[in-house]
């Protein structure tokens, strides 16, 4: 049979997925080695198909990165300590005579959502990935956007308050991931809890997890560390909305998974920030979750002839 | 000779341009009649246009309407109290067998700048319109984004301070809009004047121009309220190029004439608030002016066969 692979690189893992008529048949997760050659990873991950492809026919393979893609190259990946590199060009050396793309993680999980989970392929969708930072990417007309530097969907550095925010890492103030993410969930719990009555005192250290959790369990200050995070998190996807008047919002990455509790917050405070003409916009969750990369690495071989 | 017409419907005045390939030959503008029916104001308009033609072949028509607009249809434009207009409908009863096209006027501006103007049809530009409000228009791979709604580009209703943000027109706090376009100037300059030693003073009633002029001429009040709106305009300009790395970001409207002074403190501002990958984004003043919705109506005409 032809089967295609899926292939996400990220900061701990390297998740491999084989696929045949577009379904995931086989999943593979190695450790990412950090300062690795561009080469040798390619390499281990050439053991694995190998290994895993048996009888059938080898016709394409995708991969993931976690940096700024343009045009097959890698413009730098700072969790796997990456520099500059030409991953399309190893990639067509190590597997010659293949199908083969590199693209961007969050646009990757981006595609992944629109083609097989939660974006239903609307023409316009945004997606946000929730994690220890936010990431997105962003489909116009059915097509990945891929900007100037490979940099659209930097959803997580739309700033929320210039003057008072918080200090990001990216150097600037009051981004919108120092608010809505796992680790700015996690700032905001610590600061809301200082001095109140709360079950999350029970806890040594503070999660994204726990905290949704208590809030679900009624504990109050949860509750209101919820409340926090859906607002900041609404009045970026009212920004981001518009600017780009999408059909559908899908919000993926691990603090999705807080799931309806979440969402319904979120979405009664962007109605509350919506400018009249986006109120109707759809915000959904994810369904893939950490299996959307791998899928949306798969499915942008299928547009290549 | 076959010509073409780019009008520009506006809250006071139509303006009805003459293009023979592609240049703007002749100029006309009548007052716009406010709660008419749609019928009509097309019919003022084919007036003009019979007039003007003469022996030349009349080959399409294109229209700009404020407001946002959705496969030919005015979903409402408040400025000349229309409601749902089937105007793409109208113009090709009105003008049999040639080529119409409707669209946002603030898209069409922007498709103006993009064809003939400062976009130099760089494959990726934001335009904003720093007028008494704000909007603006997406090209994307060269084309315009139309969105869920008709609705792209609504670009000062990104909200920059959610919480102490002053109250927009349009029922939220801390729009882009309150902050950078005329009125919000005008609003910064009576706030910073105040019992302050400034030129300022000399003047009845202040308008963004007086405020620019008198801080070109040295006065510090008002050099610091060009500074004020220039830092909230360009943490909006970040926000928007992390959501689409465009390649290019055109600035236009009356504010905009406020040329390269107001531009380099803009541009200062924007290196600071910008995440690392959107830096380079190139910033520029618009360059057709109050010509540009027309110069942008008629070059969606050049797309239809």
Redesign the interface.
Known sequence: MNVMYGIDIGGTSIKIGKFLNNSLIEKYSIPTKLNADPYVIINDIKDIINSSLKNDILEGIGVAVPG?VKEGIV?GAQNILWKEVELEKILKETFPNIKVKVLNDANAACLGEWYFGSGQKHP?MVFITLGTGIGGG?V??G?L???????????G??????YEGRKCT?G?NGCLETYASATGIVFTGNKMKSGKLTTLNNYKELTSEIIFDEAKKGDKVSQEIVDYTS??LA?GI???C??????IVVLGGGVSKAGEYFLEKVKRYFKE?A????K??DIVLASLHNEAGMYGTMSTLLNIR
Chains 1, 2 share one sequence.
Do not use: M, Q, R
């Open positions: 700024p413009l316009n962003i116009v007309d097509k956007l891929e900007g100037k530097n490979g940099s659209t969907g930097e959803l550095h739309i700033v929320i308050y210039p990216c600037l607002y900041h009045v009212a920004s981001i518009n600017t780009l008047n999408p059909d920030h400018f009249y003409s986006i109707d916009t």
